[in-house]
């Protein structure tokens, strides 16, 4: 794959938004059938320019203005925001207190920094493929909520080109909520809790609540391999106090002789998993107990949530098909079917992408001049590279949003009539 060099950024980018992002598929997300009137218009945008510059309060009357700006500007990052009670672009122009965010998509935002405490391999930005599988059980296990606790059907993921994921719920019933709904949806899903000073982040009590049980179940699929194994959680003794600091002090000393008589990670697990049924047996009132190696499996593998991305309204999230500056790599959305299969490092780069453009072109105007060329027909271009199983990823998100809104016509026009 093509290195990724910053310095090529502004060049690469005036190609990829010349020929290479979206527009129609992006526009179609947006504009939701132009079914509610001004929708697409009212909505905000936001861009990065070079050298961190940042415009708020961008909005376009519809697609072809929104790519002839984006053609304009190159922005370094896209967000999206709110649809507003007016037109973004002109909110100076509105009396004090009028200009509102009235409606916008559920969002989640999943960064690995937010599991610095748990992952031995990589700290701040880095990523190895080793940690991504806390982002693939986050996945798993948000996705699984939003669709079966809560009935939300349209949940587009999307990587964030560097250390994440984001989700979208862009169900017309969810981009109503009020900001309360929206926190009681994220409080529900969170279970780890305190920041870096409280060591033990997750309670549990006798009563499981499903989400809970469910969770545990997805996360059990994937703890050998990626805790004991991967990250070797109870490898040596600096490890394993960090995991003793989560289990009542009475079992301490017990742990400390057994785990150094054992050779691995997997087998301090299995003698912890033991001690703890133990120790449960023996404190009839204790409310810990079988719960001991569950709250140390999701301290270490639930998903971490930023709270006050999903609560606000008017919170700005990076844009599907945005580029990220550092790595280059494009903010793909992630095809649900293959969830464990999505690897980061092999998502395409602009630089990757814009070298297929040019060797495609080059090979094109090649055999144009051999032959007399009547109407070019050129398929769109995003279809010639690597980003193509991406776009219809996309495709197929959409696809389900457009089928779902007829089907919510025609309900409609079933009632209105008068049989």
């Not at 394993?240 to 301090?268: C, G, Y």
């Not at 095809?335 to 070298?355: A, G, N």
Request: charged share 30%; glycine share 4%; hydrophobic share 35%.
């Amino acid at each position: 794959m093509e290195t990724f060099d910053p310095t090529e950024l502004p060049e690469l980018l005036k190609l990829y938004y010349r020929r290479l992002f979206p527009y129609a598929q992006y526009y179609r997300w947006l504009n939701y059938g132009g079914v509610v009137k001004n929708y697409f218009q009212h909505r905000e945008f936001s861009f990065t320019l070079k050298d961190d510059i940042y415009i708020r309060y961008q909005s376009f009357n519809n697609q072809s203005e929104l790519e002839k700006e984006m053609q304009k500007m190159n922005p370094y990052k896209i967000d999206i925001g709110a649809v507003y009670s007016h037109r973004p672009n002109q909110h100076n122009t509105v009396k004090l207190g009028a200009f509102q965010a009235q409606e916008k998509e559920l969002v989640f935002d999943i960064d690995m920094t937010d599991y610095d405490d748990v992952r031995r391999c990589c700290s701040s930005a880095d990523i190895c493929s080793k940690c991504w599988t806390l982002m693939t059980m986050a996945i798993h296990i948000i996705d699984r909520a939003l669709k079966e606790d809560f009935g939300f059907k349209h949940r587009l993921w999307v990587y964030s080109g560097r250390r994440g994921v984001h989700c979208w719920v862009c169900d017309e019933s969810v981009r109503k909520l009020s900001s309360a709904v929206r926190s009681g949806i994220v409080e529900y899903l969170s279970l780890v809790k305190g920041g870096q000073d409280v060591k033990k982040k997750v309670h549990l009590n006798e009563k499981i609540h499903p989400f809970v049980r469910k969770s545990i179940n997805i996360i059990k699929k994937y703890f050998e391999e990626y805790a004991l194994v991967g990250q070797n959680i109870l490898e040596n003794k600096e490890s394993w106090d960090k995991i003793l600091a989560l289990v009542p002090e009475t079992m301490h000393d017990e742990l400390q002789q057994s785990f150094q008589k054992h050779q691995n990670s997997l087998q301090r697990w299995e003698y912890l998993k033991k001690a703890a049924s133990r120790y449960q047996n023996n404190s009839k009132n204790d409310k810990c107990g079988p719960w001991l190696e569950w709250e140390i499996m999701l301290q270490y593998c639930f998903p971490r949530l930023d709270i006050n991305v999903s609560k606000g309204i008017n919170h700005l999230l990076k844009s599907p098909f945005s580029v990220h500056p550092k790595t280059g790599r494009i903010s793909v959305p992630i095809d649900l079917q293959k969830v464990d299969q999505f690897d980061p490092f092999t998502v395409p780069t602009i630089s990757s992408i814009c070298h297929e453009l040019d060797a495609i072109s080059t090979n094109e105007e090649e055999k144009e001049n051999g032959a007399e060329s009547g109407i070019k027909h050129r398929t769109r271009d995003y279809k010639k590279t690597s980003l193509a199983p991406f776009v219809k990823v996309f495709e197929q998100f959409l696809e389900n949003l457009d089928r779902s809104r007829k089907g919510e016509l025609l309900k409609k026009s079933d009632l209105q009539k008068d049989f």
